[in-house]
């Protein structure tokens, strides 16, 4: 029993470390917002409606999806056009948090190697 709590604090403390010393491991300032279940249950059914259609072949099917896959990019863009102008609505030039996004906007990724 004492072992198992030793282990859990070493454990514990080893992932603290961990993360406070790595970059990969911090937790972001921000996160991306989650995808509203309407959309998601949109998705659900173009993947399982395209499924059936590598299956069947049937034309009817592969309509539908490219229909639904149209319906869901629009649903998508629009969400992400709400949830980027509420975003743009909150930013303020007296607590910096208008520079610190323009900042995170500018960053240009580096590219990768592959």
Not at 11 to 32: C, E, H, I, M, N
Not at 98 to 104: A, E, Q, S, V
């Amino acid at each position: 029993m004492a072992m198992d709590t030793l282990d859990e604090n070493l454990s514990g403390a080893v992932l603290q470390a961990l993360a406070a010393s790595t970059p990969k491991f911090r937790p972001r300032d921000y996160s991306r917002p989650p995808i509203p279940a309407g959309i998601q249950d949109e998705i659900r059914l173009k993947n399982r409606l395209r499924r059936g259609w590598q299956v069947t072949r049937n034309p009817a099917l592969k309509a539908e999806v490219n229909r639904l896959k149209r319906t869901v990019t629009r649903r998508l863009n629009e969400c992400r056009n709400e949830q980027w102008s509420a975003t743009l609505e909150t930013l303020h030039p007296e607590d910096k948090s208008m520079w610190r996004m323009t900042k995170r906007v500018m960053r240009v990724p580096t590219p990768s190697s592959r």
